[in-house]
Protein backbone atom coordinates (compact mmCIF):
# COMPACT_ATOMS: atom_id res chain seq x y z
CA UNK A 1 0.00 0.00 0.00
CA UNK A 2 0.82 3.77 -0.78
CA UNK A 3 2.14 5.38 2.21
CA UNK A 4 1.97 9.45 2.83
CA UNK A 5 3.33 11.24 -0.49
CA UNK A 6 5.19 14.31 -0.30
CA UNK A 7 6.50 16.52 -2.97
CA UNK A 8 9.18 18.11 -3.37
CA UNK A 9 11.77 16.26 -1.34
CA UNK A 10 14.10 19.63 -1.33
CA UNK A 11 13.16 22.83 -1.78
CA UNK A 12 15.93 25.82 -2.08
CA UNK A 13 14.68 28.81 -2.74
CA UNK A 14 15.27 32.72 -1.71
CA UNK A 15 14.04 34.89 0.77
CA UNK A 16 10.63 36.00 -0.45
CA UNK A 17 9.58 33.56 -2.99
CA UNK A 18 6.17 31.36 -2.66
CA UNK A 19 6.55 27.99 -1.48
CA UNK A 20 3.91 25.21 -1.86
CA UNK A 21 4.32 21.64 0.11
CA UNK A 22 2.13 18.98 -1.43
CA UNK A 23 0.85 15.73 0.57
CA UNK A 24 -1.11 12.89 -0.69
CA UNK A 25 -2.48 11.36 2.90
CA UNK A 26 -3.19 7.29 2.92
CA UNK A 27 -6.14 6.63 1.38
CA UNK A 28 -8.96 5.68 3.91
CA UNK A 29 -7.04 7.79 6.52
CA UNK A 30 -9.70 11.41 7.55
CA UNK A 31 -7.18 12.94 9.49
CA UNK A 32 -4.37 14.90 7.72
CA UNK A 33 -1.30 16.96 10.21
CA UNK A 34 1.10 19.17 8.63
CA UNK A 35 4.31 19.06 11.31
CA UNK A 36 7.53 21.21 11.29
CA UNK A 37 11.03 19.78 12.37
CA UNK A 38 13.93 21.66 13.75
CA UNK A 39 16.57 21.08 15.75
CA UNK A 40 15.79 23.76 18.09
CA UNK A 41 11.84 23.12 18.33
CA UNK A 42 11.58 19.49 17.75
CA UNK A 43 8.00 18.35 15.95
CA UNK A 44 5.55 21.21 16.03
CA UNK A 45 2.09 20.55 14.57
CA UNK A 46 1.08 23.54 12.62
CA UNK A 47 -2.50 22.43 11.71
CA UNK A 48 -4.67 19.71 11.04
CA UNK A 49 -7.52 18.68 8.94
CA UNK A 50 -10.66 16.28 9.77
CA UNK A 51 -12.78 14.92 6.87
CA UNK A 52 -11.11 17.96 4.78
CA UNK A 53 -12.43 20.58 7.70
CA UNK A 54 -9.35 22.91 9.33
CA UNK A 55 -9.70 21.68 12.62
CA UNK A 56 -7.04 23.25 14.80
CA UNK A 57 -4.50 25.93 12.98
CA UNK A 58 -3.10 26.99 16.38
CA UNK A 59 0.61 25.98 15.23
CA UNK A 60 0.38 27.98 12.22
CA UNK A 61 2.95 30.59 12.62
CA UNK A 62 1.96 33.66 10.81
CA UNK A 63 -0.31 34.89 8.34
CA UNK A 64 2.34 33.64 5.90
CA UNK A 65 1.85 30.14 6.23
CA UNK A 66 -1.66 28.44 4.70
CA UNK A 67 -3.22 25.04 3.94
CA UNK A 68 -5.88 24.28 2.18
CA UNK A 69 -7.36 20.20 1.68
CA UNK A 70 -9.71 20.66 -1.03
CA UNK A 71 -10.44 16.92 -1.12
CA UNK A 72 -9.72 13.91 0.70
CA UNK A 73 -6.41 13.01 -1.69
CA UNK A 74 -4.69 15.95 -1.29
CA UNK A 75 -3.64 18.65 0.75
CA UNK A 76 -0.87 21.77 0.40
CA UNK A 77 1.08 24.20 3.09
CA UNK A 78 1.95 27.70 1.44
CA UNK A 79 4.22 29.80 2.11
CA UNK A 80 4.45 33.29 1.12
CA UNK A 81 6.62 35.51 1.26
CA UNK A 82 9.23 32.50 2.18
CA UNK A 83 12.10 33.45 5.36
CA UNK A 84 15.15 32.05 6.10
CA UNK A 85 13.42 31.60 9.58
CA UNK A 86 11.61 28.98 7.70
CA UNK A 87 14.12 26.59 6.40
CA UNK A 88 12.94 23.54 8.28
CA UNK A 89 12.00 19.85 7.17
CA UNK A 90 8.17 19.67 6.58
CA UNK A 91 5.99 16.29 7.50
CA UNK A 92 2.78 15.43 6.45
CA UNK A 93 1.03 12.37 7.99
CA UNK A 94 -2.40 10.50 8.21
CA UNK A 95 -4.36 9.27 10.20
CA UNK A 96 -8.17 7.02 10.55
CA UNK A 97 -9.43 9.15 13.27
CA UNK A 98 -7.03 9.34 16.16
CA UNK A 99 -5.85 6.03 15.71
CA UNK A 100 -2.19 5.41 14.07
CA UNK A 101 -0.21 8.15 12.89
CA UNK A 102 1.86 7.61 9.41
CA UNK A 103 4.35 10.41 8.54
CA UNK A 104 5.65 11.09 4.97
CA UNK A 105 9.14 11.61 4.05
CA UNK A 106 9.05 14.63 4.80
CA UNK A 107 10.18 18.24 2.47
CA UNK A 108 12.83 19.94 3.46
CA UNK A 109 13.12 23.75 2.54
CA UNK A 110 15.75 25.82 2.77
CA UNK A 111 15.28 29.69 2.32
CA UNK A 112 18.59 31.50 1.13
CA UNK B 1 5.61 22.48 31.73
CA UNK B 2 5.80 21.13 28.30
CA UNK B 3 2.69 18.64 27.15
CA UNK B 4 5.27 16.06 26.31
CA UNK B 5 8.48 15.87 28.12
CA UNK B 6 11.69 13.16 27.27
CA UNK B 7 15.00 13.64 28.23
CA UNK B 8 16.90 14.46 25.27
CA UNK B 9 19.78 12.21 25.92
CA UNK B 10 22.08 10.68 24.45
CA UNK B 11 20.83 7.33 26.11
CA UNK B 12 24.55 4.98 25.48
CA UNK B 13 23.86 1.64 26.35
CA UNK B 14 26.10 -1.52 25.08
CA UNK B 15 24.92 -4.06 22.25
CA UNK B 16 22.53 -6.72 23.91
CA UNK B 17 21.68 -4.59 26.84
CA UNK B 18 17.81 -3.15 28.12
CA UNK B 19 17.71 0.60 26.94
CA UNK B 20 14.85 1.69 28.78
CA UNK B 21 13.22 5.41 27.49
CA UNK B 22 10.95 7.49 29.28
CA UNK B 23 8.25 9.52 28.51
CA UNK B 24 5.65 11.99 30.54
CA UNK B 25 2.67 13.83 29.77
CA UNK B 26 0.66 16.71 31.14
CA UNK B 27 -3.00 15.94 29.88
CA UNK B 28 -4.66 13.90 32.20
CA UNK B 29 -7.73 12.94 29.52
CA UNK B 30 -5.27 11.71 27.59
CA UNK B 31 -6.13 8.43 25.22
CA UNK B 32 -3.62 6.86 22.96
CA UNK B 33 0.19 6.73 23.21
CA UNK B 34 2.83 6.31 20.62
CA UNK B 35 6.81 5.45 20.38
CA UNK B 36 8.38 6.27 16.88
CA UNK B 37 11.66 5.61 16.21
CA UNK B 38 13.91 8.47 13.41
CA UNK B 39 16.57 7.97 12.10
CA UNK B 40 19.36 10.76 11.10
CA UNK B 41 17.56 12.52 8.21
CA UNK B 42 14.33 10.34 8.08
CA UNK B 43 10.64 10.56 8.66
CA UNK B 44 9.45 9.11 12.14
CA UNK B 45 8.68 5.57 11.94
CA UNK B 46 5.53 4.46 14.17
CA UNK B 47 6.84 1.32 16.21
CA UNK B 48 4.46 0.79 18.86
CA UNK B 49 0.69 2.27 20.16
CA UNK B 50 -0.62 1.57 23.53
CA UNK B 51 -4.13 2.68 24.70
CA UNK B 52 -4.72 1.06 28.38
CA UNK B 53 -2.47 1.02 31.42
CA UNK B 54 -0.18 -2.17 31.45
CA UNK B 55 2.51 -3.31 28.98
CA UNK B 56 2.25 -4.14 25.47
CA UNK B 57 5.15 -6.07 24.04
CA UNK B 58 5.99 -6.45 19.92
CA UNK B 59 8.95 -9.04 19.49
CA UNK B 60 12.10 -6.78 21.31
CA UNK B 61 10.10 -3.31 22.08
CA UNK B 62 8.00 -3.66 25.56
CA UNK B 63 5.93 -0.58 25.71
CA UNK B 64 4.47 0.44 29.16
CA UNK B 65 1.81 2.88 30.18
CA UNK B 66 0.79 4.25 33.76
CA UNK B 67 -2.15 6.81 33.44
CA UNK B 68 -2.19 7.48 37.43
CA UNK B 69 1.43 9.19 36.97
CA UNK B 70 1.01 10.06 33.59
CA UNK B 71 3.93 8.13 32.08
CA UNK B 72 4.52 5.68 29.22
CA UNK B 73 8.02 4.04 28.77
CA UNK B 74 9.47 1.80 26.15
CA UNK B 75 11.96 -0.96 26.99
CA UNK B 76 14.25 -1.75 23.37
CA UNK B 77 15.33 -5.62 24.54
CA UNK B 78 18.74 -7.19 23.59
CA UNK B 79 20.10 -3.26 21.91
CA UNK B 80 21.26 -3.75 18.20
CA UNK B 81 23.53 -0.76 17.00
CA UNK B 82 20.83 -0.22 14.24
CA UNK B 83 18.76 0.64 17.12
CA UNK B 84 20.55 3.59 17.37
CA UNK B 85 17.97 6.51 16.42
CA UNK B 86 15.89 9.73 18.31
CA UNK B 87 12.75 7.76 19.93
CA UNK B 88 9.74 10.16 19.98
CA UNK B 89 7.11 9.78 22.46
CA UNK B 90 3.55 11.09 20.80
CA UNK B 91 0.45 11.27 22.79
CA UNK B 92 -3.17 12.53 21.76
CA UNK B 93 -4.51 15.86 22.84
CA UNK B 94 -8.06 16.15 24.43
CA UNK B 95 -8.26 19.71 25.05
CA UNK B 96 -11.05 20.24 22.37
CA UNK B 97 -9.81 18.85 19.50
CA UNK B 98 -7.58 15.53 18.79
CA UNK B 99 -4.02 15.98 18.01
CA UNK B 100 -0.68 14.34 18.15
CA UNK B 101 1.54 16.16 20.73
CA UNK B 102 5.18 14.66 20.11
CA UNK B 103 7.78 14.90 22.97
CA UNK B 104 11.39 16.30 21.35
CA UNK B 105 12.65 12.92 21.52
CA UNK B 106 15.41 10.93 23.28
CA UNK B 107 18.54 9.84 21.21
CA UNK B 108 19.63 6.53 21.84
CA UNK B 109 23.47 4.99 20.89
CA UNK B 110 23.43 1.57 20.98
CA UNK B 111 27.65 0.65 21.45
CA UNK B 112 29.00 -2.30 19.28
Known amino acids: DAGVIQSPRHEVTEMGQEVTLRCKPI?????LFWYRQTMMRGLELLIYFNNNVPIDDSGMPEDRFSAKMPNASFSTLKIQPSEPRDSAVYFC??????????FGEGSRLTVL | QKEVEQNSGPLSVPEGAIASLNCTYS??????FFWYRQYSGKSPELIMSIYSNGDKEDGRFTAQLNKASQYVSLLIRDSQPSDSATYLC????????????FGTGTRLKVLA
Open chain 1, 93 to 102: ASSFSVGELF
Open chain 2, 90 to 101: AVTSTSGTYKYI
Open chain 2, 27 to 32: DRGSQS
Open chain 1, 27 to 31: SGHNS
